[in-house]
T-cell receptor
């Protein structure tokens, strides 16, 4: 079964450092998402990406965050200068884009745990 | 995007049927209802999706009344491994993912 893969599974960084989280979406999917989940809290939408551009972002996704599809397979989330409150699980998801009957099922990766010290 | 409301938690015992209801009063005509399961430290996993009436797959059933303002996820004969958080999301196409998951329902299955 095709799956979304994420690396690294766990990253520890110092406050103020830049972090890049990587995702490989399912190959025939064209719509990509990043979510975060702070320990014990909800899964929060960060950003959606389609056709090489951001299609929507939440208020959490401020100037510290950026996303990129650097090649045909990877989808990355960059946090420019990490803060303590960025510590969370970050989930990547992808979905198909169909001309009709697009029901929006999301396929999630296993997540990248970011710990900011 | 339709807001959803679910019970915060439910307890059950192994072998019982569990029904989790989600309210979505502002569901739009084209919206689908999708349920996800999440284990600790893992990404949410698709369980079932429906538009109206009843949908059944190998793990669950989904009941949707005619007004579509609520839905019920039914898990037959739960086991300890079904202990997880269950979320319902409402939307269609690419809009389905552009929302923060609700609080979800934490299901605890006891032996």
């Amino acid at each position: 079964e095709p799956e979304v893969t994420q690396t690294p599974s766990h990253q520890v960084t110092q406050m103020g450092q830049e972090v890049i989280l990587r995702c490989v979406p399912i190959s025939n999917h064209l719509y990509f998402y990043w979510y975060r989940q702070i320990l014990g809290q909800k899964v929060e939408f960060l950003v959606s990406f389609y056709n090489n551009e951001i299609s929507e972002k939440s208020e959490i996704f401020d100037d510290q965050f950026s996303v990129e599809r650097p090649d045909g397979s990877n989808f990355t989330l960059k946090i420019r200068s990490t803060k303590l409150e960025d510590s969370a699980m970050y989930f990547c998801a992808s979905s198909e884009v169909r001309l009709a009957g697009n029901t929006g099922e999301l396929f999630f990766g296993e997540g990248s745990r970011l710990t900011v010290l | 995007l339709a807001k959803t409301t679910q019970p915060i938690s439910m307890d059950s015992y192994e072998g019982q049927e569990v029904n989790i209801t989600c309210s979505h009063n502002n569901i739009a005509t084209n919206d689908y209802i999708t349920w996800y399961q999440q284990f600790p430290s893992q990404g949410p996993r698709f369980i079932i999706q429906g538009y109206k009436t009843k949908v059944t797959n190998e793990v669950a059933s989904l009941f949707i009344p005619a007004d579509r303002k609520s839905s019920t996820l039914s898990l037959p004969r739960v086991s300890l491994s079904d202990t997880a958080v269950y979320y319902c999301l409402v939307g269609v196409g690419t809009n389905a993912g552009k929302s923060t998951f609700g609080d979800g329902t934490t299901l605890t299955v006891k032996p």
